[in-house]
């Protein structure tokens, strides 16, 4: 069984850059995609990014100025860093593994989270 | 605002059947695979439903999924109290600004 434990700080001083680790256990890491999810208290989910275990990426792109999302296959571990954080970042952060299915050349039709960590909030305050 | 709609809540009684819907367009649900996951309180979501209608191992058949044009739905039959949860469409968006969408989530209230 996958199992995902993020890890990070809970408090981020505004401006600030906020660094998060997602640890998998249960199986490898390699030949799968692994995307960070984020959710406001209160509020809806929110993509975040993915990576490959080969270190392709793709973000979201109205946080892609500030997300980069890095794996280290050795670690078995992905992580996210965001710069500038403000009050608007504070949320939920999850990490998961994400499927693509039903690829033809270079665009994926079906994308899904089948295993998801608990989650570790993060709070953005002086 | 979240790029896919759902209805903010929905409410039925126990062992009732409630239907949830999750709009979009072409370049999102029309053109790409559903999943919808369960929120329970103070948990991490779970995949319910992916590839429109395909349930993973362990999720009873209580649930179930369609798909038609640039809506998608999401069934539960048989409600049970345990299904009070939130819960979420998501899918990828084929445009310029592309990438995994969510709706906004749907309130669901076993009465």
């Known amino acids: 069984q996958v199992q995902l434990q993020e890890s990070g700080p809970g408090l981020v001083r505004p401006s600030e850059t906020l660094s998060l680790t997602c640890t998998v256990s249960g199986g490898s890491i390699s030949n799968y995609y692994w995307s960070w999810i984020r959710q406001p208290p209160g509020k809806g989910l929110e993509w975040i990014g993915y990576i490959y275990h080969r270190g392709n990426t793709n973000y979201n792109p109205s946080l892609k100025s500030r997300v980069t999302i890095s794996v280290d296959t050795s670690k078995n571990q992905f992580s996210l860093k965001v710069t500038s954080m403000t009050a608007a970042d504070t949320a939920i952060y999850y990490c998961?593994?994400?499927?693509?299915?039903?690829?033809?050349?270079?665009?994926?039709?079906?994308?899904?989270?089948?295993?998801w960590g608990q989650g570790t909030l993060v709070t953005v305050s002086s | 605002q979240s790029v896919l709609t759902q209805p903010p809540s929905v409410s039925a009684a126990p062992g009732q059947k409630v239907t949830i819907s999750c709009s979009g367009i072409s370049s999102n649900v029309g053109n790409n695979y559903v999943s919808w996951y369960q929120q329970l309180p103070g948990t991490a979501p779970k995949l319910l439903i992916y590839e429109n209608n395909k349930r993973p191992s362990g999720i009873p058949d209580r649930f179930s999924g369609s798909r038609s044009g640039t809506s998608a739905t999401l069934g539960i039959t048989g409600l049970q109290t345990g299904d009070e949860a939130d819960y979420y469409c998501?899918?990828?968006?084929?445009?310029?600004?592309?990438?995994?969408?969510f709706g906004g989530g749907t309130k669901l209230t076993v009465l």
């Open positions: 998501g899918t990828w968006d084929s445009s310029l600004s592309a990438g995994c969408v």
């Open positions: 998961a593994r994400h499927v693509r299915g039903y690829c033809s050349g270079t665009s994926c039709y079906s994308h899904y989270f089948d295993y």
